[in-house]
């Protein structure tokens, strides 16, 4: 079984732009849960998606958001870039099945990516 | 609302030595507890995972874990350290069925011939 994917792994960006990162789930898994990781703010929790619905959100500006298609992928999109948001960003997917063990909620990671702003 | 906190940012240990990264949660409710491996550049690995079952639990690379509730705490051991498990770990915390997790500061590990 494929594990999560996300793409690109690299992006270089400079302040004001915009960026889009992209997430493909393990098959089946219907949630997908992005996580922002920092040297100073260590690993944050920004928002989970589950049947293309955002069921749980994290403490960030509006500039951040997401959204998850049909097939379960799901892409966050940061506007206006600031220097600040220099980050490894990182996807996981489970069954994020409502009212099942949580060991059947276990979260997989993908490699994430890496995004520089300049 | 839940937190861990992990004692110590860096441990360092020879090879073949024990090692102890520890973990203290705070939950109002009966936490289900993680530990997550991570290497340079690579995403997290599920190390192990308390969710009730056992108080003792076993996971992957000879590491294990003891969830002790008197205590509040998740202490991640090995009896014995290799170099490839220079890394940092990352205790988590999640309570319900939520999918959000909430991560520790991490534990950078080093390892020493």
């Known amino acids: 079984k494929a594990g999560v994917t996300q793409t690109p792994r690299y992006l270089i960006k400079t302040r004001g732009q915009q960026v889009t990162l992209s997430c493909s789930p393990i098959?089946?898994?219907?949630?997908v849960s992005w996580y922002q990781q920092t040297p100073g703010q260590g690993l944050q929790f920004l928002f989970e998606y589950f049947s293309e619905t955002q069921r749980n959100k994290g403490n960030f500006p509006g500039r951040f958001s997401g959204r998850q298609f049909s097939n379960s992928r799901s892409e966050m999109n940061v506007s206006t870039l600031e220097l600040g948001d220099s980050a490894l960003y990182l996807c996981?997917?489970?069954?994020?099945?409502?009212?099942?063990?949580?060991?059947?909620?276990?979260?997989?990671f993908g490699p994430g990516t890496r995004l520089t702003v300049l | 609302a839940q937190s861990v906190t992990q004692l110590g940012s860096h441990v360092s240990v020879s090879e073949g030595a024990l090692v102890l990264l520890r973990c203290n949660y705070s939950?109002?409710?009966?936490?289900?507890l993680f530990w997550y491996v991570q290497y340079p550049n690579q995403g997290l690995q599920l190390l192990l995972k308390?969710?009730?079952?056992?108080?003792l639990v076993k996971g992957i690379n000879g590491f294990e874990a003891e969830f002790k509730k008197s205590e509040t705490s998740f202490h991640l051991t090995k009896p014995s350290a290799h170099m490839s498990d220079a890394a940092e770990y990352f205790c988590?915390?999640?309570?319900?069925?939520?999918?959000?997790?909430?991560f520790g500061t991490g534990t950078r590990l080093q390892v020493t011939l």
């Open positions: 939950s109002s409710v009966p936490p289900y």
């Open positions: 098959s089946g898994h219907r949630s």
């Open positions: 988590a915390v999640r309570t319900g069925t939520a999918s959000k997790l909430t």
């Open positions: 996981a997917s489970s069954t994020g099945l409502a009212g099942v063990m949580p060991s059947y909620n276990e979260q997989f």
């Open positions: 308390y969710t009730s079952a056992a108080t």
